[in-house]
């Protein structure tokens, strides 16, 4: 496809996409226009939104988490719409798909236990139980259930009005942690936005490829560099934290 109707495509589809400000209505819209959009013609339009969210276009940096969204294509394209999609890309020598669709497993380097793990007296209490107790406002039961592996536990515990940013902090700078756990916490249109999350989700070596891969375009130049830096994460992550930099200081 053409530079010139690349940028066409891609350019109106986010025309359509900003003017909805409601997360949930814009991924409605969102998937519903990806699913008519020919895989040869979507790949070319993911790259093209890629690039311009490396380069700090605010409606693409906005809006680019969506398109990296390994949940959001597979809801939309379906199991062999994705092979499809993988099997376009590669062929036009798109690597950055082959490191956000990556599994999450593939992403990792050195794994390191440096947070507490859940607290055994919390994990034998029925699920239900401790669903109950995230909406307490007790501090002491919060704290404790900030290492919960249970992403209903989490989810519940999200809309806890006492719970902190720094809490969440802890939730998601956990090592070891799980895909699940970390997909719950991103998924929150209270906290995924805010940065110290968003740089906690980013540095952390369990987060999934698309996720981080959403995010390294929000970063400040000092945290890319700090990720850069990082022998924890996977070199493909340092790789294309190491590409936005670039694209960071040339403009």
Not at 119 to 145: A, F, Q, V, W
Not at 166 to 176: M, N, Q
Not at 192 to 199: A, D, E, L, V
Request: proline share 4%; net charge positive; charged share 30%.
């Amino acid at each position: 496809m053409a530079e010139e109707n690349i940028r066409q495509v891609a350019s109106q589809f986010i025309d359509k996409l900003i003017v909805y400000r409601e997360p949930a209505i814009r991924e409605k819209v969102f998937l519903r226009n990806i699913k008519i959009i020919p895989a040869d013609t979507l790949a070319d339009v993911i790259m093209y939104v890629i690039s311009r969210a490396y380069k700090k276009e605010k409606k693409y940096l906005e809006l680019n988490s969506m398109f990296t969204s390994k949940i959001l294509l597979k809801q939309a394209l379906g199991q062999n719409g994705m092979y499809e999609l993988m099997r376009v890309a590669a062929a036009k020598g798109y690597k950055e798909f082959s490191v956000f669709m990556l599994e999450n497993r593939s992403m990792t380097a050195k794994k390191e236990v440096d947070e507490p793990l859940q607290d055994p007296k919390i994990d034998g209490l029925p699920i239900g139980l401790r669903k109950t107790m995230s909406k307490s406002h007790n501090r002491d039961t919060i704290e404790k259930l900030l290492y919960d592996q249970e992403p209903s536990v989490i989810n519940v515990l999200l809309s806890n009005p006492r719970i902190t940013e720094t809490d969440i902090i802890k939730i998601v700078s956990r090592r070891p942690n799980t895909e699940e756990i970390l997909r719950t916490v991103y998924s929150s249109q209270r906290w995924k936005y805010r940065y110290r999350i968003q740089c906690s989700l980013a540095m952390n070596p369990y987060t999934p490829a698309d996720i981080t891969l959403g995010i390294l375009p929000e970063l400040f130049s000092a945290d890319l560099s700090k990720i850069i830096n990082d022998s924890r994460l996977s070199d493909i992550v340092r790789l294309q934290a190491r590409i936005i930099l670039k694209q960071d200081l040339v403009l």
